[in-house]
Structure formats: C-alpha cells, structure tokens
C-alpha cells in the first residue's frame, strides 16, 4: 500500500478569533496550530491500511507555511514514513489554487490511496480532496465514517442526510475522512523521538491568488437578548415560527 | 451572461427540499444580475416535487435523466452539471452544501476549473461580482468574499436560505444525457443507527434535568429527539447524571467542556452554571422550565415558561409534521 | 471555632509516587543521558545549557524533556515582570531585544488601597523594577523550547511524570501516567500504557509544589529548617480600552489584615495587560476565598477605568512557594537527582520574582550534571556540586539575605512591613534570629459564620467572573471521563467542605448538602489544595489548562 495523506495546518478549535489589522484575516498572535482534526482520521486510517498489509509506505503532503513542518512531525510521530511540505507564503482562500498545487506533487506518483481529512475546521472549504481527484482523473468519496477495501475494491459508508450511503469504488482513489472512520492514536514517545529522524522535504511553491477574493472577515452578529415566547404548550407554534424564520434552524 | 444555473436534489425519485433554497438562492442572484435561473437536476425521471420548482422562482426546469442517476451518481452528475454549464453561458451555478452538494460541487468547479465558495450563508451581486458570505472558524467569524470564477459556483450552507414563494411560469424539460459508467457507484442507502449521535456532534442536543423529576421520564426527551430524524442527541444536566439517572457520557459542561449544537433544548435544567458553560457557544438555545427567573433563561434565546410534560410532547408533535 | 487543615489533609501517596525501577505495567521503555522533568524555565534552562557544554565539550548527550501540558507553555503562569540576569547569561550572544519579552519596565507606582481610594507608597527598595521587562511566561517557555529543540533536545509534551523510578536509593528515571483511563480506571479507548524513561541524572524542574519533588524529599528524609509556605496567585489577562503603560502593585484592600499579598497589573501591549492578586496561604479566615477577591479588586476604581469595556480573554491560578531561604530542602540534589525551580522554592519573594532564580538554578544543575557524567563515575551520579553552585552564587546570597522578609509578615501586615523595611537597610541583619513558621496547612482557621471576604458577589460576566467561567477561560477541555487524579480525606465535614471549596480558585470543590463534591476536571493544577487539603497527583497528559499568554 502506497498511501498519500494530505494534511493542513489549523488554529485549534479553542482559538479565540480576533481579527488582524487588515480586517480580512486571523490575527495570529497567541494563536496554537494544531494538525486538522479531520486529517487525524486520515492519518489513523492510512497508518492502519499499511499496518494490515505488512508493508508499504505513508507520506504526509501539506501545503503551508514553514511552521507547517512541525504539523508534518506530528503525523510523522504517529507513524508516517515521511513527509513534503510545499511550502507557501499562505494558503490561498481558493481552494481550487491549493487543490492544483497538490495535484501536482502527487500527479504518477504511484499511490493505491490519496487521503484527505473531509474538511479543514478553519476555512470549512471541503473542497480540495474531491478537486485534486478531478485533476488526477481519479475516483473518489467524500466524508467517509466506515472503510473496507479487498485487493482493487473498497466499500466505503458515508452519512447522509436521514441515512448512510454505500459507496463502491476501484483504487486507486482519493478518499476524504469523517468522524468515526476511526480513533487516531496520540503519538507515542518512541514515535516522537522517531519522527526527529524521519525524512521531511521541503518543496517551496507559488500558489498564486486564485479566483476568491477576500473583501473583508467580521465577527459574526452578536447574540440577540433572549425573549419568552410565552407560556405552556400554546406557545409551541410560534416557538416553531421563530425557529424557523428567525434563527432558522429547523 | 446573466442567467444562473441551480444544481437541485432527488433522492429515491423525490425532490428534496433544499433544492427550493438553491433556487431561492440563484433567484436571488438572477434578480440582482437581471436575468434567468435554471434549475437542473439529475435523476433517472422527471423527479416528484418537480413543479414546484417554479414556484420558489425558477425560469426553467431541466431534467438531466440517465438510468444512472437512479442513485446519487459522483461521477456521471458532475460530468452532466459540467456539460450543461459548459453549454451555456452561466453567471453563476448554485449548489446546496448538503451531504451530497459538499461532494459534487468541488467535482464540477474542479471539471470547469474554477473555484467553488462552499457553504455560504449570504449572496449576492456588487458592481457586477457575485459576493458571497461564509461563515469560517466554526462561525466565529464572517469571511466576505469576491467569487471571480467565470461561472461563479457557490454552495448554499442548508436551512439559512429561506424558500421564498416567488412564482415564475416555469417551463419545464427533460434531456436525456449520457455520461460514462462512474467508477464510483452508490450500492445503497442504509439507515442511520438510532442513538448511536453523541451529545458532542449532534448537530440538535436535547437535555433534560431534574426537572424531569425521574429518570423514566426522560422518554419524552427521547421522543422529542427521535422527532429530528437521526440528527438529535440526548443530553443530561449534571444533577441527574450524579443521581444516577443517565450515563456520564450523556452529561453536558462542566470543565468549560462544550457541546456547540445548531440547536440545543434545555428542558427542566435550571441552568447551574456548570451547565451553562458547556452549551452556552449553541448557536440556537431554547429552554422549557417550570421556574419563569431560573438563570436558563438568561441564555437563552427562546424561553418556554410551562410543564414540560406539556409542552414537550406537543414540540414533539409539532417537529415530527416537519420531518413527516 | 477553629479549623485545622493538616487534619483532614490525607498523606502524600507514596506507593504511587515512588517506585522501584522495573515495576510492572510499564509499557514503552527509553533510556536517556539526562531526564528533565517539567519544560518550564528551569527545565528548560538546564536542558539548554546542558546541550551547549556538551556541544562544546563535544560530547554526545541524549536530553529530554517532559510536561505535563499538551504543548509547551500550556501550564506556565507568572507574573510577569523579568529580571533578564539569566537570560543573558545563557545567551551570551544575544541582546535583551532577542529575547521574548514585551518591552521594559519604564514606569511604576505602588499603592495602598481602602475600598475606595489609594494612597501612592514609595516603592519599597527590593521591588525596584526599572530596568527589568514585561513578559508573558507561556512565551517565554515557547521560546526556551525552540532553543532547545534547536539544540537536539528532546521535548515530549503531554507526558506527565506520575512516579519516581528508583534503584536503592537512587533515582533512575520516571514512570509517566497512563492516558485512556476511563473513571473507573481502566483502559478505555486510546489507551496507552504508561512509558518507563530511565536516566543517568532526573532533574526534577515540575514547579511549584511538585508531587515529584515533595516525595522524593519524604523518601530521602530531606528536611528544611522551616516547612515551606505558599501563596496563591490568581490571575487574569485582559484587552483593554486603555493602555495602562506602567507597572502596578497594591496592597491592602480588599485582603484582610490577617492576609499576607496583593495584587499586580502589567501591561504586556498598549491593549492588554495582566491582573492578578497573590495571597499567602496562611490567612485566617476560612471563607477568604482569593478567586472571589480578585473579582472585588477589579471594581476598584485604580483598576475598574481600565477594565470596563475591555475583555477578560484568559484566566489562570497558580500557587508560588514564598518560604524563601529556611524553606529550601537541606539539599537540592542526591543519588542521580536534582531538584531545580520552583519545586526546590527557588522565588525571590521580596521582588516578587522567581524566573530568573528558576532558570539559574537548572544552569548550576547542568553545569554539575556534565562533569559528573564525564567522570563516567559507576551509576549513582552525586551532584552535590550542585547545590555548593546555587549556594555561592546571587541566588543563595540573596535567598539568605532576604531569608526572614516575608516571614515577618506572619504578624499581619503593618508590623511585618515595619520588620521588612528594617530587614532592608539592615541587609538581612534584623532581626538576627530565624522566623520559626507553620507550614500552611498548621495554621489554625477561623470560622466566622456569615463572613466570607469576596465571596456571595453575584458575578455580571462582564467584569466580574464564576469559578466556572474562569475555568473556561483557562482553555482547560480535560476529558471528563478520566479518574480523578485528587486524593482526598476520609469523612470531609461540611466546614471542611466548604473551606476547600473557598481555597480552589477553579470551582473542583463544592459543598453540598453538608458534603463534598469533587469536580476533578475543572483543575487547572494550581496546587493550592495539595498545600492545605486533598493532594493532587499527575493525571492523564494534556489535561488541565491551555494557558497561552499568561
């Protein structure tokens, strides 16, 4: 199994968002970067794959800044035989941009299985994993919880709206991974020290501006004071208008 | 170039509901852009629900049908929204961010490549560009964005866009397409296992405390959560995970520990501010309690002063005609 | 009535705390040349100043480090206004400007307070801070890890060393904690075994009140001529409207007299400044409760004009031990051992500053550790040099000259300062005898129904916080399913009950109904109850806060 996870670096879901001077990105100040937490999953299942086929190799893709490397060792340590960054300036609010750019590090390099995480917790874009499928020519499911693959076909699960979808697909294939697929493992203390020596390219690239253009990033609207709707089971109508038309979230 | 293209749903030969907010989103669109939208939809036969497409604003209803598209079909949908859009000559292509949008969408920008601004909350057109809101950061944060792409594709994020009834006559046509045999290719769909949501990643979490005065009582709150379809989790206050009334796995806050739902109901829960601080980052939160000035409603952003043995069956009745 | 901590307080678990070298239920094995336990500045001082003499030495060391934290910096509060002595004189090469700190001390007042007005006191001579710098701990250990990464140290976060590993009576290593426990103690999912990491030398650098620390001076019989003594600090950071643009130190108001401390606030950038009040342990009254007199400090209007309209953004608590010099363990080192830090009560008191004696000492402890190892001597190493080091040096002289200043203040606030300025011009030589001290949790406690300083202020989540909202603020996300890592008495009484849960700044202790509920995962690992009730041992890694700038 020759397997590519592609991973991101992101502020941890705990960060505080305070806007940056030009008041259309993150003010990073102060800010913990962490591995995405969707790509952990792509991590574990890569790492299990290789595991159960007693051989093959796990190389960890990321596109970022210099930072970036150590996110690369942390996936590095859970077990992953080596890592590339491409290393940019930033990553581009075009996923498109970031989607070529991956494309064209991973294009004949031989891979039974491309993973991503399903999203980045940061910019919610889950797009780049299906987009470097599309540009490799290769098949692909998105958000996968369940995972089963024998020999050249896989069986994947996904969730639905109100069910799970059963997908069969050849390899190789892009895969992008959900909650569930597995338990990623924290990364021992042999793993750490291993990861030191593990080896890490660094691959400068130019990813340009692409097609989305920031105007401008706002805190959300604050929080409206709360009203009692009214009393008892009556109230229940228009407790149900209001959640649909006002907070919309029925 | 003004006309906009909305990528619709079907499962199992039945139009499905977001598709009315993809339409009301590129209506919108075309309004600000003066021109036409088009809706567009892939399945095997004109799907049921069809006609009320126009109802909701479209110009235009166009069946793709393929004997593929029976099921969702990855690879022979994005191919045909492709061709389709590669035809004409859209402003923008208009998916929704639904399970099955989050997948095709990036697909097809990725086949017209151009870039896709995925799961926004706000459209809309100055001076000529199609600017678009996302929420990013798990919605601590708006991100305005130009959408330069020639076409513009843009996924909807569900339930934000309102259907507005705006009545167009539109005239509606079936195109049978032919698209190569997908390599991926979607065996069934299962249903979703019953109470296997965890209060952590429900996106609706429905608590109940000591006001439920024992824990057999707690079956209206599971009522009430079955009501949501697969997508509500059963919650628990503190108090009555130490009596022993619920697992430990069930209890929300505590340690700063947070439960960030779409909607989270509070049901009998007075409000100790243990709890608070686990649910209080809910985007929605509704609280049911006996007790007019218990701290509950002071976060709260809808209050229901009554008896939850009441109040919450009737909720029940009330969500279970939605979800019908 | 009265109330006497210590007989409540159950002993310090030394069947977990010490074990022999090779005990079962180790899973991964390591050896190392040098352990160092904690990455804060004395750890990591040692770890890089140990790196540099091997490198020019040209000797191959294996180093590394352990926390407890989940990235480094996590668990590291201070103050913090920095006296750069060591900074420079670990990096030789570098300038102040290099260094991590947010700018220089430039002006500073210290006040007097009543509950409605200050009066400006000269600033007494030891707490001169011109020429010293605003920092943020966190970032200061964030920067030391890089240093020493740089170095080839090795910096394992999220691995907390649970127990000593011994052979005899040497130190041999340490047994980290297990993760993956579920709260009945067994193994859940993600479960991974504790790991065995052996040594020639472990350097015990875990701060404050370390478990660590503490048992291996009960074990080794290592008295000291008085008990150590704590205070508790609780702190706040906050953007503010306006810039502060000085340095502030109070005291009086809103602590009793009985109290010994006060308060700070420094501002690290023109919009953000750090508050926090320090109160020695040995107060009286039962209910003073330090969180909630930080609340009443902040609506002084010294402090209520800066903070109004601005937002609280982080919260923490730590204790810091102020016995000084009749307080530091008779040695600091023994059979492959040294204690560095805060852990060894390394702070001085009377300037109210504790970094750079941190740091110092683990450069002495890497200047003994290297000779040592190079002697190739048969394991145990003795490092007695090390303490010969910290007691001829500025840390020890000053220690000593400063020894009985924070002692006096035993006898309540205005004769201890009286004493204290009589200490200062006299240079340590009033009063020529040795303060005898209880230790914290000796002191004898009031129990005044009804009177509770700071507490039962209803908190308007603006200004003024919870115990809960605070520990939110602390970034602390501990699973809640883990075991309790608190060990606490038999058969609590409710007065009991209550004082605990007056002591904990994080809301872990209520009282309910006459008994005592343990909210475990709300610790933030300040300490303050292992000084005066229930102990607290190493838990599962990355547990507790994730404190970023304070």
């Known amino acids: 199994m020759k397997i590519a996870v592609c991973i991101k670096r992101v502020p941890d879901s705990e960060t505080r968002v305070k806007i940056g001077p030009d008041g259309k990105s993150l003010d990073e100040a102060g800010v913990k970067f962490v591995l995405n937490p969707y790509d952990e999953f792509a991590v574990e299942e890569a790492l299990q794959r290789r595991e159960k086929a007693g051989a093959g190799e796990v190389v960890i893709l990321c596109l970022g800044p210099a930072a970036a490397q150590e996110t690369i060792r942390t996936a590095l340590a859970m077990g992953a035989d080596r890592g590339v960054l491409l290393q940019a300036d930033r990553i581009p609010a075009?996923?498109?941009?970031?989607?070529?750019?991956?494309?064209?590090?991973?294009?004949?390099?031989?891979?039974?299985?491309?993973?991503?995480?399903?999203?980045?917790?940061?910019?919610?874009?889950?797009?780049?994993?299906?987009?470097?499928?599309?540009?490799?020519?290769?098949?692909?499911?998105?958000?996968?919880?369940?995972?089963e693959i024998?020999?050249?076909?896989?069986?994947?699960?996904?969730?639905?709206?109100?069910?799970?979808?059963?997908?069969?697909?050849?390899l190789p294939a892009v895969l992008t991974t959900d909650k569930g697929l597995n338990e990623p493992r924290y990364p021992a203390l042999k793993g750490i020290m291993a990861a030191k020596k593990k080896p890490l390219d660094v691959k400068p690239v130019q990813v340009g501006a692409g097609g989305i253009e920031v105007l401008a990033m706002t805190p959300p609207p604050e929080r409206k004071e709360g009203k009692i709707v009214g009393e008892g089971p009556d109230a229940i109508p228009e407790l149900i208008?209001?959640?649909?038309?006002?907070a919309k979230v029925l | 170039m003004s006309a906009v293209l909305a990528v619709g749903e079907q499962r199992d030969g039945v139009l499905r509901k977001v598709s009315y907010e993809v339409v009301t989103g590129a209506r919108r669109l075309a309004d600000a852009l003066g021109g036409s939208v088009e809706a567009v939809i892939c399945a095997a036969g004109a799907p049921q629900g069809l006609d009320r497409l126009g109802s909701f604003g479209a110009d235009r209803v166009v069946t793709l049908t393929n004997p593929a598209f029976a099921k969702y079909s990855p690879e022979g949908s994005a191919q045909a929204i492709a061709d389709r859009a590669k035809a004409g000559a859209y402003a923008a292509i208009v998916f929704a961010a639904s399970a099955t949008g989050k997948d095709l969408a990036p697909r097809v920008a990725a086949k017209l490549g151009v870039p896709l601004a995925a799961d926004v909350t706000d459209v809309g057109v100055e001076s000529g560009a199609i600017v678009v809101t996302r929420p990013v950061y798990a919605g601590k944060a708006l991100l305005k964005v130009n959408v330069l792409g020639k076409p513009a594709v843009v996924s909807l994020r569900p339930n934000v866009f309102t259907p507005v009834e705006r009545p167009k006559a539109?005239?509606?046509?079936?195109v049978a397409v032919t698209v190569p045999a997908g390599r991926v290719t979607v065996r069934e769909i299962k249903a979703a296992e019953a109470g296997s949501l965890d209060v952590a990643e429900a996106q609706v979490v429905i608590s109940g405390g000591r006001g439920l005065k024992e824990p057999a009582n707690f079956k209206v709150i599971e009522e009430l959560a079955q009501a949501f379809g697969g997508r509500a989790a059963v919650g628990a206050s503190r108090a009555v995970v130490d009596a022993g009334w619920r697992p430990h796995a069930d209890q929300v806050g505590q340690t700063g520990k947070t439960v960030s739902p779409t909607l989270y109901i509070a049901v009998g829960i007075s409000g100790a501010i243990q709890h608070l601080a686990g649910m209080r980052t809910s985007k929605v939160i509704v609280a049911i309690n006996k007790d007019k000035d218990a701290p509950i409603f002071k976060v709260a952003d809808y209050g229901v002063v009554g008896d939850l043995f009441a109040v919450v069956p009737r909720l029940t009745e009330e969500i279970r005609k939605l979800h019908g | 009535m009265a109330l006497i901590p210590a007989q409540h307080q159950p002993p310090l678990p030394m069947e977990r705390l010490i074990l022999k070298e090779g005990a079962a239920g180790a899973g991964d094995r390591m050896e190392l040349d040098v352990l160092v336990v904690g990455a804060g500045p004395a750890g990591l001082a040692c770890a890089i100043e140990l790196a540099k003499l091997a490198k020019a030495k040209r000797t191959e060391l294996n180093i590394g480090v352990l926390d407890k934290a989940e990235a480094l910096g996590e668990h590291s509060l201070s103050g913090a206004v920095v006296n750069p002595r060591a900074f420079r004189e670990l990096f030789p090469d570098l300038k102040d400007s290099d260094f991590?700190?947010?700018g220089k001390v430039k002006k500073e007042a210290v006040y007097l307070l009543t509950a409605e007005g200050r009066w400006r006191v000269p600033t007494p001579p030891t707490m001169h801070n011109k020429g010293y710098y605003i920092a943020s701990l966190c970032e200061i250990v964030r920067w030391l890890g890089a240093r020493a990464e740089e170095l080839g140290v090795n910096i394992f976060t999220g691995f907390p060393a649970a127990s000593l590993l011994t052979r005899g009576s040497a130190v041999v290593g340490v047994r980290t904690a297990p993760a993956g426990l579920d709260r009945e103690g067994a193994p859940g999912a993600g479960f991974a075994a504790p790991n065995d990491l052996t040594a020639k030398v472990t350097a015990l650098a875990e701060g404050t009140r370390g478990a660590l620390s503490q048992a291996w001076c009960k074990w080794q019989g290592i008295a000291s001529l008085n008990p150590q003594i704590f205070a508790l600090g609780v702190k706040e950071l906050w953007e503010t409207k306006r810039p502060l643009g000085r340095v502030i130190h109070t005291m009086g108001w809103p602590l009793p007299s009985d109290a010994f401390g006060g308060s700070f606030m420094y501002p690290l950038e023109p919009n953000l400044a750090a508050l926090g009040l320090v109160v020695g342990l040995d107060y009286e009254n039962a209910a003073l409760d330090v969180h909630a007199l930080l609340q009443r400090l902040k609506q002084h209007p010294l402090f209520r004009p800066y903070l109004e309209g601005g937002e609280m953004v982080e919260w923490g608590a730590k204790t810091i031990p102020e016995g000084g010099f009749y307080s530091l363990p008779n040695r600091c080192s023994g059979e492959g051992v040294v204690i560095l830090g805060d852990a060894a009560g390394f702070v001085d008191v009377p300037s109210l500053k504790g970094i750079h004696y941190a740091m110092q000492s683990g450069m002495y402890a890497a200047r003994a550790i290297l000779p040592a190892l190079k002697a190739g001597d048969p394991a145990p190493l003795h490092l007695a040099e090390y303490d010969r080091l910290v007691n001829h040096s500025y840390v020890g002289r000053d220690l000593y000259r400063t020894r009985n200043m924070r002692l006096a203040f035993q006898d309540g606030f205005l004769l201890g300062g009286l004493q204290a300025a009589l200490m200062t011009v006299t240079r340590g030589l009033f009063p020529g005898w040795r303060y005898a001290v209880h230790a914290d949790a000796e002191v004898h406690r009031r129990l005044t129904p009804g009177g509770s300083p700071g507490s039962g202020e209803q908190p308007d989540g603006r200004l003024t916080f919870s115990k809960v909202d605070a520990v939110f603020k602390s970034g602390n996300a501990t699973r809640d399913t883990i075991p309790t890592h608190l060990v606490v008495g038999q058969d609590v009484p409710a007065e009991v009950a209550r004082f605990y849960s007056h002591v904990c700044p994080a809301g872990v202790y209520e009282e309910g109904d006459g008994v005592l509920r343990v909210n475990a995962p709300n610790c933030v690992d300040c300490k303050a109850t292992d000084v005066l009730g229930p102990r607290w041992t190493p838990r599962e890694g990355g547990s507790g806060p994730k404190y970023k700038r304070m």
């Not at chain 1, 889950?126 to 470097?132: L, N």
């Not at chain 1, 208008?241 to 006002?246: A, G, S």
């Open chain 3, 100 to 102: 991590p700190f947010h």
């Open chain 1, 241 to 246: 208008r209001l959640l649909r038309e006002e």
């Open chain 1, 150 to 170: 024998e020999g050249q076909k896989g069986v994947a699960e996904r969730e639905i709206e109100g069910g799970i979808e059963v997908v069969e697909f050849p």
């Open chain 1, 94 to 147: 075009d996923g498109f941009g970031t989607a070529k750019a991956v494309a064209a590090a991973l294009k004949d390099g031989g891979w039974d299985l491309i993973l991503f995480g399903k999203m980045a917790i940061d910019d919610y874009n889950h797009q780049v994993g299906p987009m470097v499928a599309e540009l490799l020519g290769l098949p692909c499911v998105t958000a996968v919880a369940h995972l």
């Open chain 2, 170 to 174: 539109g005239a509606a046509e079936t």
